[in-house]
């Protein structure tokens, strides 16, 4: 599975009324559905996905379709899957994400106020950029599924 993720923004919507909620982001903004829920037997449900190697269209799945062996837990594959798709390691990695960003963000401040350096040159940002680049590349790997 190659596709890209939905593009962004994405945002929550509830429907009291009908009972729902589901995960909605896309261009135009909000137009398409990221995931949505629908009941699965008598007390569960299962999330729907969409499909984003179809650009533009709604087109949702039960995530299973795309469940797949836990790598090194095959022998659980009866009964234990991960779920790859794109838009769930997005998910996945939003706490690498935003922790890899909060500490490039506490870096670059400390380096500018250690240096005396003005965050708003960027070439002199540019000198204490390679630090990070390190953190950054695995977070976006584990975001989008590329090997480091």
Do not use: Y
């Amino acid at each position: 599975m190659s596709a890209p993720h939905t593009a962004g923004p994405w945002r929550w919507e509830i429907n009291e009324k009908h009972k729902s909620m589901q995960l909605v982001g896309g261009v135009p903004t909000f137009d398409l559905t990221v995931m949505s829920f629908e009941r699965w037997g008598m007390h569960g449900a299962v999330a729907l996905m969409r499909e984003t190697e179809v650009d533009g269209m709604n087109i949702m799945h039960r995530c299973t379709d795309w469940a797949q062996p836990a790598e090194g837990r095959e022998h659980h594959a009866s009964w234990f899957k991960v779920l790859n798709h794109p838009d769930a390691r997005l998910m996945a990695a939003a706490p690498d994400l935003l922790a890899a960003l909060e500490e490039t963000l506490q870096h670059a401040i400390g380096w500018a106020d250690n240096s005396g350096v003005d965050l708003t040159d960027p070439d002199a940002v540019m000198d204490g950029v390679a630090d990070f680049v390190g953190r950054a590349r695995a977070a976006i790997a584990k975001a989008t599924g590329a090997k480091q």
